[in-house]
Nanobody, 123 residues
Framework: QVQLVESGGGLVQAGGSLRLSCAAS???????MGWFRQAPGKEREFVAA????????YYADSVKGRFTISRDNAKNTLYLRLNSLKREDTAVYYC?????????????????WGQGTQVTVSS
């Protein structure tokens, strides 16, 4: 089992940047990891995922080229760098872990979730 705690959210102006972190307990390096987000009134959506060794990443089209997912298995930490932020990026961001051996993008495919961190982008 793994426990996940996100941090790094906040209020930022459009065009700005943030780095989210997700601290994990348990056997972090065994899990494929993902970031999701949920805006008010909308379903939770996939943002990015990374393989257990970090060699493979996958992004939603809406964030490709602006967001970067990475991980440090020695520190049991997952990251998401958010650049060129837009108002539509405003949401609660969640990290998640899956036992799947390949990258997956559906919420139902993830086994463990953090509590989320709020990102608000102002114009």
């Amino acid at each position: 089992q793994v426990q996940l705690v996100e941090s790094g959210g906040g209020l930022v102006q459009a065009g700005g940047s943030l780095r989210l972190s997700c601290a994990a307990s348990g056997i972090f390096s065994s899990y494929t990891m993902g970031w999701f987000r949920q805006a008010p009134g909308k379903e939770r959506e996939f943002v990015a995922a990374i393989s257990w060794a970090g060699g493979t990443t996958y992004y939603a089209d809406s964030v490709k080229g602006r967001f970067t997912i990475s991980r440090d298995n020695a520190k049991n930490t997952l990251y998401l760098r958010l650049n060129s932020l837009k108002r539509e990026d405003t949401a609660v961001y969640y990290c998640a872990a899956t036992k799947a051996l390949s990258i997956v993008a559906l919420t139902t495919q993830y086994d463990y979730w953090g509590q989320g961190t709020q990102v608000t982008v102002s114009s």
